[in-house]
């Protein structure tokens, strides 16, 4: 008989002993890799990053530390508890300063874009700008990456950045980085980059955000659009949590799709919205953690689209 110590707080810490024990074990490589591969036309735009890079596991240890913050842990538990009574789950993230998110290192991005046929020069050519937008930017977080992957691909080069975001709280922390902020799409127009990321499946109308992207980009530009999949759609801000069209419609009946057949239809539908995709790649959806393990991830495809 396993033995489990009593108390709930024990309990938990005794549960986070063997669940970080897991993750120290685990083949982080299955992150980046495809068991099956896709049609041709989608398979020779794969980017396959192999394992994660210096920059992702010091990511990962930084929320080791957090985690095993003993202290800082319960005083996030404690609060979140009171504070879901009247505030959503993003929204105390935010106040709070936890739950950052990691998709891609700076590097990693830069390779992506780049493969994607993602043109500094080209775009820059005119007054040395880049125009970035990034929709639920979130804390920002994974949008500060994405701008340092492009600094690194030319230097003295300006970039602005505006940015989307439902939370109050996260758009106080989007404002700390310096970004723009504005409350409607229609505000910007012809960005070179614009990036959705892991928001498809969370907003209540994706057809329309996806429209929106198409409007917003650039001729020349590219968008970059992360999904979680096995897609899962959940509303936080209205009360059936349910989106008025969901984006993949296998998702309705309930139907279970391997990887490579469901990025196949994310793809596909993709086209259907006047996208064409120049690049893609598989990663992972990383989550701070917290008493309960270091972190958490879902696995993440990312695709750099063009307009057709």
């Known amino acids: 008989m396993t033995y489990r110590p009593r108390g709930t707080l024990a309990r938990t810490l005794y549960d986070k002993i063997h669940n970080d024990q897991y993750l120290e074990g685990y083949d982080m490589r299955l992150w980046y890799t495809l068991s099956k591969t896709l049609p041709d036309r989608y398979q020779t735009k794969f980017l396959a990053l192999e394992k994660p890079d210096e920059t992702t596991l010091h990511w990962l240890n930084r929320a080791k530390e957090l985690s095993s913050n003993l202290w800082l842990q319960l005083w996030h538990l404690v609060a979140r508890t009171f504070l879901s009574f009247f505030m959503t789950q993003t929204s105390i993230n935010g106040l709070l300063r936890r739950g950052s998110m990691f998709i891609l290192s700076e590097e990693q991005f830069k390779w992506l874009l780049t493969f994607g046929g993602f043109n500094v020069n080209r775009l820059s050519a005119k007054d040395n700008e880049i125009s970035i937008l990034d929709i639920g930017a979130g804390d920002g977080e994974v949008t500060m990456r994405l701008v340092k992957g492009i600094v690194h691909m030319k230097n003295n080069i300006f970039l602005k950045v505006f940015a989307t975001e439902y939370s109050w709280t996260m758009r106080e922390r989007l404002q700390e980085k310096k970004f723009i902020v504005i409350d409607k799409l229609d ?5 070179d980059l614009v ?6 499946d969370r907003c209540a109308d994706p057809h329309q955000i996806l429209n929106d992207i198409h409007r917003a980009l650039s001729p020349e530009g590219r968008a970059v659009i992360a999904l979680v999949l096995p897609y899962s759609h959940y509303v ?6 349910l989106p008025i069209k969901p984006l993949l419609p296998h998702w309705l009946d309930a139907i279970s ?9 994310f793809f596909e539908q993709l086209e259907t919205m006047g996208f064409c995709v120049e690049a893609w790649t ?3 959806y990383l989550c701070e953690g917290d008493l ?3 972190f958490y991830w879902l696995v993440d495809v990312v695709v750099v689209l063009s307009k057709k």
């Not at 990036?195 to 498809?200: A, G, I, P």
């Not at 936080?236 to 949590?241: F, L, Q, R, V």
């Open 187 to 191: 505000e910007v127009e012809n960005v």
């Open 195 to 200: 990036c959705c990321l892991n928001v498809l």
């Open 236 to 241: 936080e801000t209205n009360t059936s949590h």
């Open 257 to 265: 799709l391997p990887f490579n057949l469901e990025a196949q239809s």
């Open 282 to 284: 598989k990663a992972p």
């Open 292 to 294: 309960r393990q270091s």
